[in-house]
């Protein structure tokens, strides 16, 4: 991730009764769409008017098959949690905010007496609305990451955790926070599964965040029990709940993890193919963020790339259909950039950061400037003299997804939905691209 988250349901067996069905018709009437194409959609959102709503507005949620919540917080004592509490939890935004008429999926305003609110409750009302779609609760993040490695510890560590998740996410045990929302089944049927978003296994990430040797070892075992269990709670005749992780770009991180044997418990992993540079190299040289294939030209020598990327995965034991490719919905920024030999400002040095260094697809798109696509390397950039930005264009998301398509992969994801425009350009580019022809 970017460095930088209806009716009253009177007791928790009326809500269980009242979802299932509803749940399992969804499924049997879930239509096809190439590839999986994985969104985020950011808990914070909501305070700068992004919602569910505009997901749906935008012609995103039709091309989505799978939507991560992000964030879920981990505990010191190692277990999933809801909280009102700055740093720690936003159960407000989750499912204790009534949601007004104007901002409503449906159209439908929250009732006062409603359990489930906020974020959730229209979670559950764009899933009604497109049956394809399923939505998967991330967990940790950049800023969230500190204790996984406390709770992957041990055996008995890992089963109380992903117990813990189960609860509070898929049977929708919500805390009731001194509110009428939550209660017991609050929540259930807002959630088909889990996503791991542990940055990193072994490997530095925010301060402060827990680090061990063994941590790689115990990813591997974590995903296992999140397996065992999912599939203990699906049981026979249940619905298979998706167990995904999100994991990084770099090499170094990428020798921690156990890659084939964390591909035989998860349903894909999602490559988080961006930041291959950025603002870390102040002062240049500019260079792409996400690149699709290396370029021999690039001055640092290091010829990252998406398909580099793919491959390392791959390479580690990875089957090619639980490869799904990031694509990021935002971009880095340098200013003080000459226009070089080539006139373009690529691969130039820079006096620092431009705007602070990191803007949406959105923001960028609106810049003045040039845009350029280099189609030998799969990249794209803004440039207007002095600003150069790193960012994907629909011509290079489009150009991704045909790759994704031609290579067998899995699918797409992107960070995050916020990103995109009013008209949800870039999902509808990828969409292209991953469509057959």
């Known amino acids: 991730m970017t460095r930088r988250t209806s009716a009253l349901l009177a007791a928790a067996t009326l809500g269980a009764l009242l979802v299932s069905p509803a749940t399992a018709q969804a499924q049997e009437k879930r239509p096809h769409l190439n590839g999986q194409r994985v969104g985020y959609f950011t808990q914070w959102g909501i305070y700068s008017g992004f919602s569910a709503k505009k997901v749906q507005d935008s012609g995103q949620a039709g091309r989505l098959t799978v939507l991560n919540y992000a964030f879920g917080n981990v505990s010191a004592d190692g277990t999933c949690f809801e909280a009102n509490a700055a740093g ?86 919500l805390p009731q926070l001194g509110s009428a ?56 005749k249940g619905p298979h709940y998706l167990l995904t992780a999100a994991v990084p770009a770099g090499e170094s991180a990428i020798d921690k993890f156990e890659i084939g044997k964390v591909a035989g418990s998860v349903d894909w992993l999602n490559l988080m193919a961006y930041e291959l540079h950025g603002p870390w190299e102040t002062k240049g040289p500019t260079n792409h963020e996400s690149n699709l294939y290396s370029d ?79 189609r030998a390397h799969g990249a794209s950039w803004k440039y207007d003299g002095t600003e150069f930005w790193t960012y994907d264009t629909p011509e290079a998301a489009t150009a991704k997804a045909r790759y994704v398509r031609e290579n067998d992969l899995g699918g797409v994801m992107v960070w995050s939905l916020d990103g995109d425009d009013e008209r949800g350009s870039m999902i509808a580019a990828l969409d292209k691209g991953l469509r057959d022809g």
């Open 88 to 173: 720690q939890g936003d159960a407000w935004a989750d499912y204790q905010r009534p949601v007004g008429a104007e901002e409503s999926v449906d159209g439908v305003a929250d009732a006062p007496d409603q359990a489930l609110k906020g974020n959730f409750n229209q979670l559950r009302k764009l899933k009604a609305k497109n049956p394809q779609l399923r939505a998967v609760i991330s967990l940790g993040g950049w800023s969230w990451s500190k204790h996984f490695s406390d709770a992957a510890l041990t055996d008995a560590s890992r089963k109380k955790f992903v117990s813990s998740c189960i609860d509070l996410y898929l049977k929708g045990d």
């Open 296 to 374: 021999p030209n690039d001055p640092t020598g290091l010829r990252l790339s998406v398909d580099r990327l793919v491959g390392t995965y791959t390479e580690r034991g990875l089957p090619s259909k639980k490869a799904v490719v990031g694509v990021p919905l935002y971009g880095f920024g340098w200013t003080g950039v000459p226009a070089g030999p080539r006139g373009n400002g690529l691969y130039q040095s820079a006096t620092g950061l431009a705007r602070g260094g990191t803007l949406s697809y959105k923001q960028i798109k609106e810049l003045p400037g040039q845009v350029f696509n280099d």
């Open 181 to 236: 929302e939550g209660g017991a089944g609050a929540g259930a049927g807002v959630f088909d599964g889990i996503d791991i978003d542990w940055e990193y296994p072994g490997s530095p990430g925010d301060e402060g965040n827990v680090v061990r040797p063994e941590d790689g070892r115990n990813f591997t075992l974590l995903m296992r029990e999140f397996r065992t269990q999912l599939d203990a709670l699906s049981g026979k």
